[in-house]
């Protein structure tokens, strides 16, 4: 999740993980799915209200 906060691209994340963009769509999905998002940009303004509301 630190790597989609960061701005990277999956083609980035998966270069530096060593996997397929495939797989670090999969996760990505799995990750939106949990957290009740449905993009990057959902889950970047979910994380920074979570840290306000602490």
Not at 10 to 34: D, G
Not at 38 to 47: D, P
């Amino acid at each position: 999740m630190k790597l989609l906060l960061e701005g990277k691209k999956r083609k980035e994340i998966a270069e530096e993980l060593f996997v397929t963009e495939s797989t670090i769509k999969k996760h990505s999905a799995s990750i939106y799915k949990k957290l009740e998002v449905e993009n990057r940009k959902e889950l970047l303004e979910k994380v920074k209200s979570e840290r306000i509301n602490k």
